[in-house]
T-cell receptor
């Protein structure tokens, strides 16, 4: 089954404790992206990757890191989480060409709470 | 990514047709119009995409007038399970990798 998977689905952590949220897709997609969703603010893009070793900042990159060492994986790293990073996080992927780039497949989400 | 404007919310009843209009006055020649649906605590789901005139699939229809400055997503005979947030995105140039979903339109279907 074609899908985007994220782990963990739920995470409660403390301020300053480094964490990684994994994202993997099995559709051989070029493009991957991370979003956060907060009440009243909609979906905001954190980082995106056009291909292996190619990443760029979205609208809200502060406090996050990403890497794209292989095509299927795009982990989101919080080096020193803070309470304002409490949010619902989504990973997405798409084929990447000009039309289908907007046809993104989203993962199930990771609900992160930082205390 | 072209700026879009859509209503914040819409109410409907089961069995009715719901039409959500998205305005995108600065749409570019190469831009496509894409709609997503999001249920609570789930990731958005791609539902339809079009460039001009009309596109129909098993979920919805997308109507795009000749000037392409707006588009209308039509959901036929909605049910309670169609209650969701619907997002309109406009863009797709080869350099347009940054995406913003905006607040979307919350559609509430009542019995």
């Amino acid at each position: 089954e074609a899908q985007v998977t994220q782990n963990p689905r739920y995470l409660i952590t403390v301020t300053g404790k480094k964490l990684t949220v994994t994202c993997s897709q099995n559709m051989n997609h070029e493009y991957m992206s991370w979003y956060r969703q907060d009440p009243g603010l909609g979906l905001r893009q954190i980082y995106y990757s056009m291909n292996v070793e190619v990443t760029d900042k979205g609208d809200v990159p502060e406090g996050y890191k990403v890497s794209r060492k292989e095509k299927r994986n795009f982990p989101l790293i919080l080096e020193s989480p803070s309470p304002n990073q409490t949010s619902l996080y989504f990973c997405a992927s798409s084929p990447g060409d000009s039309r289908t780039h907007y046809e993104q497949y989203f993962g199930p989400g990771t609900r992160l709470t930082v205390t | 990514l072209a700026k879009t404007t859509q209503p914040i919310s819409m109410d409907s009843y089961e069995g009715q047709e719901v039409n959500i209009t998205c305005s995108h006055n600065n749409i570019a020649t190469n831009d496509y119009i894409t709609w997503y649906q999001q249920f609570p605590s789930q990731g958005p789901r791609f539902i339809i995409q079009g460039y001009k005139t009309k596109v129909t699939n098993e979920v919805a229809s997308l109507f795009i007038p000749a000037d392409r400055k707006s588009s209308t997503l039509s959901l036929p005979r909605v049910s309670l399970s169609d209650t969701a947030v619907y997002y309109c995105l406009v863009g797709a140039s080869s350099n347009d990798y940054k995406l913003s979903f905006g607040a979307g339109t919350t559609v509430t279907v009542r019995a």
